[in-house]
């Protein structure tokens, strides 16, 4: 019991040194100045945390630890903060962890909630933030046998527990999501295969040998089709808000996340437990986050992806909590929780530290300072989010023809900053048309995320499993657990649509005459794509083809049954042909209406944003999508030419001109604006090397030029 007592006050002691250390005056200058740089990397699509954290790291040589952690933890735990500030105001996720806050923050501020969308934001990300904190301050001790007990198989169980998500997070289409999921992780297969070094549809692209990065492809899916969209309508985001709405907005914001701080702790733990595990990403956490709070929520399967401040909260409380945990293994055992992270190992050997032991005992005051920092750096992060959110939630009220340019141009510049490579600016290009389709027939886009993000770690850890437990593995009893709740994930959609149609058999005679629609044909493409993919795979070596074929089969079989669906299955009677207490019946009975059902009751039930186009002539959607698409082709066309930067200018002039008439002396200014700050950030604090152009080799001479 003293021993026990002992090494509290121990602990208490660090923990009170390590703080009053931070709260001198220059530590806590460069704790707000990573604070300041983190929340401008995260409203810049694309770019994250991880880039500011490299661009940090050659000035940390001078300082001493309490200030470099400071630094370099206050611009990584406030990236997530600023993350949803684009996801919010236009449906561009700011980061991979901010692509889940996008389903319902960007229809909040369609419907000039922009306000109590960004505020809950903030407010969530602060105790989401506070919360991984505490999770650091208390669990490395407790949590070292517990990650020294993890292995391959319980690391992959976790993984396929993720993916089983891909059944929640498909809305009232599971057969879609289902495919669209693993369409993702075939793709997230792409490159060298780690087992027998087969190249795996690289189609003879040294671009794809490496795979193809998540940033041009979360871009593509989510952020273009929402652009495209707003050009489409030719409307601003919200309606025009005052004051006054803003700041009530703020406060009802607030307000939501007190009420619902259950679901903030609850979020919490998933982004701080799942932030400790390596090799996990903080890609898949909101959306874990989300489609547990989906599931648990009343009437969330009704609400959510259509405006409900709980997928906001959801989402950015565990994305922020993420930073807390990930940090455990990093200081526990020397092994990164995640990529930047990785980074911050660097850190710790500019200073001589040696993460293990030795930052539990004789550095721990230096462990407790990172602590405060995370705690710290997000309640700065939350106040300088707050102070400025009535400028952020004025976006949303701005005309499309003043959105669009300035949004693409940093897009393409967060697109090209994954391998800065041509290839980044076609996959966007690719994927933005095929995120484009997706959203217009209502194909749920998350499950393709989760299978991308979460694709290449099953494969890895599976045959690390199989190679160092033989079959044995799957007897371990954590890796049982959550088998078997993956497998009640994916197929209790089906078990609720056979309740809801009264038995097999009765679902089996549902059927009519085949019927064609146009919205058939994008899963006749998808079948197409995933077809040739498997036939291609067939020739590789029986290691690099296992996965594939079995992920590919799945994907055609689900695919062939929606198409059946489609054609063949008689129409379901409309919901508002029937009385509410029909309506109600039949919910209690298949379950709906204690938030556990499939939803098939609800058509609005669809886990995505849905299109704002309906009420426009099929022939004026596709005129003014092509046109959006031709932009994009162009815009990359002038950019091999003559260079990012100038073409931004050109775009600008171009498209505000001839889209809405805009005046010349703001199409100038707006123009020069941009051009000035896109210059000043990226060419010259950050450093970002442009794509090579084709006059910086006819004239060698402007190869000085900002992007030339």
Known sequence: MDAITGEIAFMATAAGKAFFILLEPTRLMYLAAGCIMGLVLGIVPGIGGLAGTAMLLPFTFNMDPYAAFALLLGLGSTVATGDPIPAVLFGVPGGAGSAATVLDGFPMAKKGEAGRALSASYMSSLMGGI??????????????????????????????????????????????????????????????????????????????????????????????????????????????????????????????????????????????????????????????????????????????????????????????????????????????????????????????????????????????????????????????????????????????????????????????EATRQWGDLYA???????????????????????????????????????????????????????????????????????????????????????????TQLFTIFMIAVVGSMVTIATQWDFSAKIVPLVVGTAALTALAFSLLNDMCRKPEVAVGDLSEQTIHDIEKRIGVAEGTGSGKMDEKLHMDITSDTAHLPISVVAKRAARFFGYLVAFMGVMAVIGLVPTAALFVVVFMRYENRERWPLVISYAIVLVFAVSFVFDNVMSIPWPPTLISQWFPALKFLPSI
Not at 176 to 198: E, K, L, N, V, Y
Not at 451 to 476: H, K, N, P
């Open 131 to 416: 919360f991984g904190a505490c999770l650091l301050a208390v669990s490395i001790p407790i949590l070292r046998p517990v990650m020294l007990f993890l292995g391959s198989p319980e690391l992959l169980a976790f993984a396929v527990l993720g993916i089983s998500m891909v059944a929640i997070l498909s809305g009232n289409a599971p057969l879609r999501g289902i495919a669209a999921g693993c369409f993702g992780i075939m793709i997230a297969m792409i490159g060298t295969d780690p087992q027998s070094g087969t190249l795996r549809w690289t189609f003879d692209s040294l671009y794809l040998w490496d795979g193809l990065p998540l940033t041009p492809l979360l871009l593509g899916i989510f952020a273009l089709p929402e652009l495209c969209d707003l050009l489409i309508t030719r409307t601003a985001i919200s309606k025009v808000i005052d004051n006054s709405s803003i700041y009530k907005g703020q406060w009802q914001g607030m307000k939501d996340c007190f009420s619902h701080w259950w679901l903030i702790m609850r979020c919490s733990w998933i982004g701080g437990g799942i932030g400790a595990i390596p090799g996990m990403g903080a890609s898949v956490i909101d959306w874990l986050a989300y489609g547990h709070a989906l599931k648990s929520e009343k009437g969330a399967n009704r609400t959510f992806g259509t405006g409900d401040v709980r997928g906001v909260i959801a989402s950015e409380s565990a994305n922020n909590a993420k930073e807390g945990g990930a940090l455990v293994p990093t200081i526990a055992f020397g092994v990164p929780g995640s990529a930047s992270m990785a980074i911050l190992l660097g850190a710790f050997l500019i200073h001589g530290l040696v993460p293990g032991p030795d930052m539990l005992h004789k550095n721990l005051d230096i462990t407790y300072s990172m602590v405060w920092s995370v705690a710290l750096a997000n309640v700065l992060g939350a106040g300088m989010c707050y102070a400025f959110s009535p400028q952020f939630a004025r976006l949303a009220t701005l005309r499309f023809s003043l959105i669009c340019p300035a949004v693409m141009g940093i897009i393409y510049i967060g697109a090209f």
């Open 428 to 518: 966007l290009l690719f994927f933005g048309l095929v995120g484009w389709f997706m959203k217009q027939f209502k194909w749920p886009r998350p499950p393709l995320i989760l299978g991308a993000v979460l694709g290449d770690t099953i494969e890895r850890y599976m045959f690390i499993s199989v190679e160092r437990y033989g079959i044995s593995w799957f007897a371990r009893p954590v890796v049982a657990i959550l088998f078997i709740v993956a497998i009640i994930g994916l197929t209790r959609p089906l078990l609720q649509d056979i309740k809801y149609h009264g038995g097999v058999k009765k679902m089996a005679t549902n059927f009519q005459a085949p019927t064609f629609h146009p």
